[in-house]
């Protein structure tokens, strides 16, 4: 199986700044593309920042120019660095990783519990 653990979340006031991580672990043999996905209560679910293997990039155009979405390899981990919070941003954050669990390269999606941010006006 694979886990991921999100961590970061937490109550901030407008303006402010949070940084979210999640950890993949368990049995895998690679990790794929990685993102982060928020659901803000009465919505769906959207995604909010992707990066590739290859660190390549993509952002939703809500948040472009205020959050930074990273990730490091050796530790199976990535990041979203989020500036200029507005009380819209919040959501419970969710992290997803593509893992293929052996060299068949057969990847599959796996989600994190989620993790509350919560930004005040």
């Known amino acids: 199986q694979v886990q991921l653990v999100e961590s970061g979340g937490g109550l901030v006031q407008a303006g402010g700044s949070l940084r979210l991580s999640c950890a993949a672990s368990g049995s895998f043999f690679s990790i794929g593309a990685m993102a982060w996905y928020r659901q803000a209560p009465g919505k769906q679910r959207e995604l909010v920042a992707s990066i590739t293997s290859g660190v390549s990039t993509n952002y939703a155009d809500s948040v472009k120019g205020r959050f930074t979405i990273s990730r490091d390899n050796a530790e199976n981990s990535v990041y979203l660095r989020m500036n200029s919070l507005k009380p819209e941003d919040t959501a419970v954050y969710y992290c997803?990783?593509?893992?293929?669990?052996?060299?068949?390269?057969?990847?599959?999606?796996?989600w994190g519990q989620g993790t509350q941010v919560t930004v005040s006006s």
């Open positions: 997803h990783a593509d893992a293929a669990r052996t060299d068949r390269l057969a990847y599959a999606g796996y």
